[in-house]
């Protein structure tokens, strides 16, 4: 395993973000952008499962040796891509369903997360591509400390709106 | 274009049945049966999307030198056997969404029919492996006289069932 | 079968596309420009199963005879057509779900795709007119050298299409 | 219109009921025994909107000239014969949805109820052939004393049922 | 019976239209529109099962004394009025599911359709008011030549105008 | 508000149990099997909204008069029997939905919860009369001691039938 | 039990509106209005079961000291607050499913209406707040006879207003 | 972070398994045999979130400190403890929506996948408890070289299990 300051200094991506298609960028930024601010290096890239397979092949095969850790992969309808990243590689994949536009999402819903014995994806709710960048920080965080102590200041920090928002409620 | 006499001489297959389990060969048979019984010669195997990707990609990418026509893929819950291939071949691929446990088929359908533009399948009802085969014919007939033969039969033969159980029905 | 040769001087429909209703035209159009762009002859036409089932007879008896090789029926809510259509030809059926105003498209979809044994409709996805066309391309492609190219380039562009929206994103 | 003592006197049917395939006999044939029990003269027979289109074709345009007066139609998955036989006739169609092995019905339901504007069919519950029945004498009560004297008394029975149901739960 | 005379002479409703609350107007006045424009009598109320539900009552047991015929009933989300309707009188109920907010009109749909045995409720699509005016009609039309003639006319003119848009589409 | 003591001396029924139909007696004995275990004065009918709406009134109408201060009432399908008598009442109404045969109770639960502004059911899971027993105890016991007590007890043993399995689990 | 007399002197809240987020308000303001306009005190409070998860457990543990009566929790999505809250303390927790952004609401509901067996919740319809607040009115009239007043004249306003409907639609 | 060593050593649970409730056992002993089968250690228990909650607090706060690096929560119909569990601590959670009655997990999997932003649980299929095991261990694999061969071995298996069905297959 890496050590810490391995991790910090060579700034390599431990994070894979990819999505089918541009149309899921804005669904799939808040990931980065989630990533960014917790200052956890990644990557992120257009890699679909249905028009660039063995793109997607080679992705999924490098991934492991390039370094990442945990790859995010999001996708609407015949939701491929997470299923098939997964098969081809014993990282860990978080699925993320993107909401399609005539059954809202529960069609990538159903193919991400009913994958068979053997291969698991873990799948986060409908559009919920922030929940799976801290999905993957608790993952990384089990060993890196700097991760976990980012984890663990986002949890508190979560508490304290809700706090804050209850407050100015009661303020009223 | 194969001439019709050497579709006969060569009985090489046209029309490849897979499955990605063994669990779905009791509906897939169904398929095999008809093709059988209209003398449209197949080969039929298991191959997996998930547990084996690479050799899910050689089959794919092998298809079209080998002279398949067709290509009828069963699959279920995150079935994405059907589309993977549909990606790496430009023939035509019919899905079989096979009944899930749970959600009785409708993962295995919403996963095979909900697909990208640019990659179609072509998605029959779940469990549906005769009508696949069926459709397989109808698509080899469109250049085969004898098998549009037989097409022409099974829908004739069809009829008369129907008329048959009525006849029976009415002298009750 | 018709040679090469005389479908492009001819000039005569390969493919039929068919809806129920003028209100289903924005959705089949997708479909008609893409045949326009891949120099598939077409004709597009209303038959409405439910409100001119005489003409659906005539239309559907009529298809194999002018020379029509696959059929292309969208419909929305009790989606009848493309199974009716499938009932009184032989030709491939395919089948697009047009989304219904309340229940978007999944009562179209379940009409269209769950046929029962005997007589099979190819769907595609909700509004899938584009993968429509394209499926028929592929079935005509099995028997048509020109059609054959035309579809592979297509998915080479598709490919391309990924890859450029890939670099324009890594440049970033 | 025809006067009640002729209805009697002829025992020509009045109720047409259908159904696409003889499995389907078994939920349908007890709407038979209803009218049976309520000395309504019926008709039933099999017809297949996808088996046999021309036959549904004949019996639809057969019907009003036959006196029948209310069509039951049931039909399961991609259910199309009642709203078939409803486009075909303007006698009041009443569909059955019936049970479908995956699905559970819900596919039937939604293929029979959700016909374009123009072509009504009058929907009962998934398997609800009796209910059929009923409705079908409902609509023949408005035009025969002695169908409407046996719909106030099957009413009145069924209220007595539930009566007596409730004195014997009391007693315990 | 009445005669057809008496019926046009006294121009006493035949059909009672009725709905839950004033947002549903919107959608049933076009069934009253429908039966404007064929010329059969009906009244229009608002009658509530869960708000009204002793006026609920009351004006289903005085349907048949008051002469009407059919009740046409159009309710949303948990869609009481037609079932509750259908279950104080014997005439033929036709049951309109409106479009809820949330869940689209599939609960409305199934709490209207799904009716135990021995109450029977004519359901139609979601939204579908004109069809229940037109299944108002047929069964009307069973018993007077007037709504009999509008009811085939009808059926023409919704023919002819697929018959226009088709030609008017070829012309392009 | 009665006092206690008057309560237990009386022993006049506080929770009207009702159903639909005897068929429902399975479901719904569980819950008064709960109030017998607890000591809570009930009573159990049958009450139909569809084949005994009369007497579905006068039971509602009755309620309040005769001491009863919340009412159970299951139903299948179109479960119409809690929001009729939720209309009818101003009793706190808890509706129990019940499994029904195609599709699971779905039909049942959107019927009873999708209620209109207004009038409120209180609606527990499909075939949950054991909770919607409870729930009526932690109603009741605002103003009862006696009844407090045995829901702080029944709360405590659940808690340590949890315990217990817990216990045993570790052992092995 | 608290007399009436009390109940008014202090104005104790009786009733616990919470909610799991701020963008809950908008829907949950409707059940505090009718408590406001009903005279019956209340506090409204944001206490999320998954980021405030300890802050819950107090809030849930201290209701039935501080004098609640009745916690009526609004959540939307993995809807947790009412169900944990539930299992937190014996006074009846309203569910209100919160209309969620891609499912509408069906998992909202889920979430809270299928409780296991022992742990009630009372759960009402998608963004059903209002009828949360009268649910809770009906609960405390049992034992106060100015809130028992108010549920009575808020239900004949409810008739009232629908009646008064009905005569402007009479008169046009 | 731990070393390999002391892992081993010391043989501390890793991964906590956990349900609701002990019908959920048959289902989460799959979890278990498969880390038995691969030595990875971890504790089972039953936690119940509705009936043990004070409990169930505990046991998530209790976790980290304990040395658990995963937890694997299974749970039916209102399926809260995943999600309750993952607000409680910052180790990942991979929720297992179990097989619920009446509506087959569809419940189950909307409870656990549908969290709020600021908490993931990782959902996997219904039922799919081995897949959270592999899940678990493809987590681990990132800090332990031993489970890291274990999970490439399992992925190997599960190639050659394949290709052996499909050597039988072709034997046939």
Not at 116 to 132: F, L
Not at 142 to 158: A, D, G, H
């Amino acid at each position: 395993m890496e050590s810490e300051v391995e991790i910090n200094k060579k700034n390599k991506p431990l994070v894979g973000i990819i999505m089918g298609s541009d149309s899921d960028l804005k669904v799939m930024n808040q990931a980065s952008e989630f990533l960014d601010k917790n200052h956890v290096p990644y990557e992120m890239q257009i890699v679909s499962a249905h028009r660039t397979p063995e793109l997607m092949f080679e992705y999924a095969k490098s991934t492991k040796k390039r370094g990442l850790r945990v790859i995010i992969a999001g996708a609407g309808g015949s939701a491929h891509l997470p299923g098939m990243i997964a098969s081809l590689t014993t990282l860990p994949v978080i699925g993320v369903p993107i909401e399609s536009h005539n059954l809202k999402g529960i069609d990538s819903l159903l193919s991400i997360v009913q994958m068979p014995t053997g291969i698991p994806v873990a799948c986060v709710a409908i559009n919920g591509s922030i929940n799976a960048a801290i999905l993957a920080c608790q993952i990384l965080a089990l060993s890196s400390k700097n991760i976990s102590t980012y984890v663990e200041e986002y949890r508190k920090n979560l508490h304290h709106s809700v706090i804050k928002k209850r407050e100015r409620m009661n303020k009223k």
